[in-house]
């Protein structure tokens, strides 16, 4: 007799069902898995014997062969300890065969028969559902992360004897207990810390509001960190939707406790490798992007990152998704976050501060500045120089704007676009390819004429950066409650991209020499 325990194998972000076989057949004692499992899948004979002889079974002095189904797909990982037990006790006649159907079962095993957590536990419960399936049972500690799935049951476990009691009907299976700890803000910071730097205050108001990238280029100390690190006091809530997908993220990391709620910000240290950064690996994982998903990447130190790992973000930049090829199969990883990049000007930092003097040669600054391509740089929709803050703003005692006068203002302006936008399913003026930038950002002849003189007076123009401009122009306008774009819109979009701030700031080289 052939029994069947239904389970799945994490692949990328994604749950893949998984369909555990198991017979028993007369012959001499053996265990044999096939169906393409990984080593750490073979290994868990020594687990799952181990765990049985805690209920006071062991396994059947027979052939018994386990078979994972589909035998193409690898299956790593060791979710698939539990359900290969089940299997097992079921064709052996310990546990009726069809008290497990319609349910799909994860989990580790302990020597000491308890049920320990697992990656991707809620791309698992989003998988059952999908599958019509009525219920899942995964490991005590990953409970919640399933229960924020909705319309499947989720059954939690702490160890092989409870469930197998459950299945002969001993008692009964349990429901979730109160959510996992809550998500909160990272710390608790505001804008109205900031002293002065209206100009870097006012990009990042824009760039908020409309998901455009941004780098922030200046000397040290003038506030560029400080000011990205509250960033995320302006983004809006995420939707249930957004929650879920950042969630399944962090889930296949093995990050998750519970509904991740807030935005995520990451910022890596600049020593970081290409793959950790974009993702990938021998068995390939989400990289940084991807954790950034709907939050916010800051990149510090931005010419410090390795030039591999930073020109593998153009790919990510444009399409707001990652793909990573491997010779046993592709992987497209979603990767929609706001960049926030601030950058020296020269490897001394102190070029064009006015605060002390430059001691890069020519040489050094044209090697610094070369390091960000124009190809990235393109990509980055507001660039802007921040200069060191007058010891007088510096020591007002008064509060600048606070973080919540700002978000207001963002939460309206992305209000109006999620009305806009909503036939093409987008959320933000960032996210707008060119057939929908040409059918909701049209200009009056005004507009076309002082878009004509800009792209006349800028040192390199693409066809990129001309639609960039004017979904920045868009997200000023929404700001400012506008319908329409004006000449003003994008000449204030303009201010925030007039130059690469690095390269203007390299014309001072002649001096220096």
């Known amino acids: 007799m052939i029994t069947t325990v239904q389970s799945c194998t994490l692949v990328g972000i994604d749950a893949e069902l998984v369909d555990v076989e198991c017979t028993i057949d007369r012959g001499l004692p053996q265990y044999s898995v096939v169906g393409l499992a990984a080593p750490s899948v073979k290994e868990g004979a020594t687990r799952i014997q181990s765990a049985l002889k805690t209920i006071g079974h062991d396994l059947p002095l027979k052939k018994v062969t386990i078979n994972l189904a589909p035998a193409d797909l690898r299956k790593p990982g060791c979710g698939l300890d539990l359900p290969i037990a089940l299997a097992v006790l079921a064709a052996d006649g310990i546990v009726p065969d069809d008290a497990l159907a319609g349910r799909l079962v994860l989990g580790e095993l302990g020597l000491d028969g308890a049920v320990r957590s697992v990656r991707g536990v809620l791309a698992a419960a989003l998988r059952a559902r999908a599958a019509g399936l009525r219920g899942i049972i995964v490991p005590e500690p990953c409970a919640a992360e399933a229960a924020v799935v909705d319309d499947v049951a989720v059954h939690p476990v702490a160890d092989l004897a409870e469930i197998v009691a459950a299945l002969r009907g001993e008692r009964p299976l349990r429901a979730p207990g109160p959510g996992g700890r809550p998500s909160l803000r990272a710390a608790a910071v505001d804008m109205a810390e900031v002293r002065g730097q209206s100009l870097a205050r006012a990009a990042v108001e824009i760039a908020v509001a409309g998901g455009h990238n941004i780098l922030l280029a200046g000397p040290p100390g003038t506030g560029k960190t400080m000011v990205a690190r509250r960033i995320p006091t302006l983004l809006p809530d995420m939707t249930r939707a957004e929650a ?61 990152f390795p030039r591999a790992a930073v020109e593998g973000l153009r790919q990510p930049l444009e399409e707001r998704c990652v793909s990573i090829d491997r010779v046993h199969g592709a992987l497209r990883l979603p990767a929609s976050f706001l960049l926030v990049a601030a950058a020296n000007p020269c490897p001394c930092g102190w070029l064009g501060s006015g605060v002390r003097q430059c001691t890069c040669g020519p040489g050094a600054i044209e090697r610094y500045r070369l390091r960000l391509s124009g190809p990235l740089l393109d990509r980055i929709d507001l660039q802007i120089y921040v200069r060191p803050v007058p010891l007088r703003e510096l020591r007002r005692t008064d509060p600048g704007e606070s973080s919540a006068q700002i978000r207001a203002r963002v939460a309206a302006a992305r209000d109006r676009q999620l009305a806009r936008l909503r036939p093409w399913n987008l959320r933000c003026n960032a996210e707008m390819p060119s057939a929908v930038l040409r059918a ?22 693409t066809a ?15 700001l400012l409650g506008q319908d329409d774009i004006d000449a003003g819109c994008l000449l204030e979009a303009a201010g925030f991209r007039e130059v690469d701030p690095l390269a203007d700031l390299a014309a001072e080289i002649p001096q220096l020499a």
Not at 278 to 300: K, M, Q, T
Not at 450 to 461: D, G, S
Request: glycine residues 8%; charged residues 25%; contains cysteine.
């Open 440 to 461: 909701t950002c049209k200009l009056d002849s005004l507009g076309e004429r002082t878009l004509a003189e800009l792209v006349e007076r800028r040192r390199t123009v």
């Open 244 to 304: 879920l997908e950042t969630t399944k993220i962090y889930s296949a990391m093995g990050l998750a406790h519970g509904l991740i709620d807030t935005r995520p910000f990451r910022a890596p240290h600049h020593t970081i490798s290409t793959a950790a950064l974009i993702g990938g690996g021998s068995s390939p994982r989400p990289g940084e992007i991807s954790l950034a998903h709907n939050g916010v990447l800051f990149l510090d130190e931005f010419p410090e």
């Open 464 to 478: 990129r950066s001309v639609d960039r401009l004017i979904k920045v122009a868009r997200t000023v306008a929404d």
